[in-house]
């Protein structure tokens, strides 16, 4: 059973290396990679919020954040075609080795559709650079029927639906143009022969590559989609996103799950299988389009799903570790109002060392199971010792500045307590 969750001309990236960090535990220590990409008409600033994120979990984990817009079309290159932007993805994964024995994938938008694409034809890549864990945030995987720009419910939209294939099966939208090679028109008889995409995306229709992509579907070992069906205005219907869609011949009505369709039944995605080994799940939120990457909900989900999850046995390690550090914070912004740079960067460095010798031995302790209760015992000195310089933090300005300065990795600053 599927498992669904339910809660209220130059190609560019930005790649996150390892800053210094803290004791991790293993769950950090051990994770894949982490590829994101954006959605159409966006930029890779749009996936901070998510990288920022797995970041702070993880400091010294590989994040690449890619953009597929070229310097000369800017957010325009999302709207060309789709075969083109994977080349591009593909292009800048192989340039990096720290992806060579396996990534997982996060997409948003039509980024989920390029990533599937990419899944689907270079999974199975014998230089090791695959996929093993995918997600994507409203990604229309069975293509679209209706135009985001437009509202629904009146008929001159309606009409403009309707008719919008005489446009988009056309051979040059076709070859070009990313929204024409995902509009699915139900009652289209034409879809199959002319969508020069989605059908073969979906293996809706025997082609060279069907096995292929059955296979590379097949070899991931977790597959999430996100879903807002109430608050996602921009992929319609919104069920794309869950790989269900409109019956064939029908414009609008009930939605067809997908395990009814022939495509499942006969399991000519990989899907069904995904699906019977617990390897396919369904997420539903409700999250307005742009802002899946910002979403704590979809945030916290997608971290569970890339199994980042906190252990149980390593939450008290994070909670040392991320006190420690805020701790370092207040004793710097002192030193760098008292005692000048060379000083402060002494005394950060002494404390640092001090700090991750005790996050260590922790760690060490933490993986044998230890209870809060001792971690906290542990840990007390340390914060009895600077908890007094809380109060000495006068300018939030000064803090980020005296934590820049002194080449400490970034941390989230909790508001000075009155």
Excluded at 70 to 88: D, E, H, M, Q
Excluded at 225 to 243: G, K, L, N, Q, Y
């Amino acid at each position: 059973m599927i498992k669904i969750v339910s809660a209220a001309v130059g190609f560019s990236c930005v790649f996150f290396a390892a800053a210094p960090a803290l004791a991790e535990d293993p769950v950090c220590l051990s994770a894949k990679p982490v590829v994101l990409l954006h959605g159409i008409t966006a930029q890779k600033e749009n996936m901070y919020p998510m990288v920022d994120v797995i970041k702070t979990r993880c400091p010294r984990l590989f994040v690449l954040d890619v953009e597929v817009n070229t310097w000369w079309a800017k957010r325009l290159t999302t709207l060309g075609s789709i075969n083109y932007l994977t080349k591009r993805l593909r292009k800048e994964v192989l340039k990096h080795p720290e992806l060579k024995n396996g990534f997982n994938m996060i997409g948003q938008s039509l980024g989920g559709v390029i990533s599937r694409n990419m899944i689907q034809r270079f999974n199975s890549d014998p230089q090791g650079f695959h996929a093993e864990r995918f997600i994507t945030w409203a990604s229309p995987h069975r293509g679209i029927y209706g135009l985001p720009i437009v509202k629904e419910g009146t008929w001159y939209v309606e009409l403009l639906d309707a008719e919008m294939w005489r446009i988009a099966y056309l051979p040059l939208p076709q070859a070009a143009a990313s929204m024409a090679q995902l509009w699915h028109d139900p009652a289209q008889p034409s879809y199959i022969e002319d969508n020069q995409f989605v059908p073969y995306l979906n293996n809706e229709k025997p082609h060279a590559n069907f096995l292929l992509y059955r296979e590379n579907i097949k070899s991931l070992k977790k597959f999430v989609v996100f879903e807002s069906p109430t608050e996602d205005d921009v992929i319609r219907p919104t069920a794309s996103s869950s790989f269900n869609f409109y019956p064939p011949g029908e414009h609008d009505g009930p939605i067809q799950p997908y395990e009814e369709t022939i495509e499942y039944k006969s399991d000519a995605l990989g899907i069904k299988t995904l699906n019977q080994s617990g390897r396919f799940s369904r997420v539903t939120v409700n999250c307005l389009h742009p802002n899946f990457p910002s979403d704590p909900t979809v945030q916290q989900l997608t971290m569970d799903y890339l199994g980042l999850a906190p252990s149980k046995r390593s939450r008290a390690t994070s909670a040392f570790t991320g006190e420690a550090q805020q701790l370092v914070v207040n004793l710097v912004q002192v030193k760098l109002r008292t005692e000048g740079e060379d000083g402060m960067l002494e005394e950060k460095e002494l404390l640092a060392n001090e700090i991750q010798r005790e996050a260590d031995v922790l760690l060490e302790l933490d993986v044998q199971e230890l209870d809060i209760a001792k971690a906290n015992e542990l840990r007390q000195p340390l914060r009895e010792r600077f908890s007094s310089q809380r109060d000495s933090i006068k300018s939030e300005r000064a803090f980020y500045e005296g934590w820049r300065e002194a080449g400490l990795p970034p941390v989230r600053l909790l508001p000075e307590k009155r």
